[in-house]
């Protein structure tokens, strides 16, 4: 590798020695360049420079804002080898290959099941924690999981999005409508 001068070199250095002079003075993290403290110290202030001009997102480094665009340009570079899917981000990829490979590599520590996803596994584990991180600002209700918490906001609203195709009655659970069509089928001689 060729640099520019001494303080590239320098920088480059600290790959291999672990230096870390560049802390952060709110919560004494430690990093080998500068800039990667800037956009650490933006995780304590909220800040994000970087706005997408499509959506109202916004982003606190400029590679998270060119990744978040292939979602507005459709591009997907990232080919599966083993069928025809294509994804916009390599880690979709990674997950993806699983479904072929059958690989499992997030272990619950508890009880032995196997997830594909890291973030499948932090979720399970809330079975483990009883931790209820989504709760409603309507009442005191708090849900493992955000899904659950948008099913329960319906009970607050009123909104039935889920309609009887036959004869148009509406539920606000997916699960009262499927019960629901058993009334259409009819009964067996």
């Not at 800040?47 to 507005?72: A, I, N, T, W």
């Not at 005191?140 to 999981?145: I, L, N, P």
């Not at 659950?148 to 309609?163: A, F, I, M, Q, S």
């Not at 009334?183 to 001689?189: G, R």
């Amino acid at each position: 590798m060729f640099f520019n001068g001494f303080g590239d070199l320098s920088k480059h250095m600290r790959v291999h020695t672990g230096e870390r002079p560049f802390k952060c003075y709110v919560c004494d993290k430690a990093f080998g360049q500068s800039g990667k403290l800037t956009i650490h110290l933006r995780t304590h202030t909220g800040e994000k420079p970087y706005k997408c001009r499509m959506c109202d997102k916004s982003f606190c480094e400029s590679g998270q804002l060119s990744k978040h665009m292939r979602v507005h340009t459709g591009e997907k570079s990232y080919k599966c080898h083993m069928c025809d899917k294509a994804f916009s981000f390599s880690g979709s990829l990674n997950n993806h290959v699983r479904v072929h490979t059958g690989d499992k590599p997030y272990k619950c520590d508890v009880c032995d099941k196997a997830f594909t996803e890291c973030g499948q596994l932090n979720k399970h584990m809330r079975v483990h924690t009883g931790e209820k991180p989504y709760k409603c600002h309507e009442c005191d209700k708090a849900f493992s999981h955000s899904a659950d918490l948008n099913k329960h906001k319906r009970v607050h609203t009123g909104e039935k999005p889920y309609k009887c195709y036959v004869c148009e009655k509406t539920f606000s659970i997916s699960g009262s409508l499927n019960d629901h069509m058993k009334v259409h089928v009819p009964a067996k001689p």
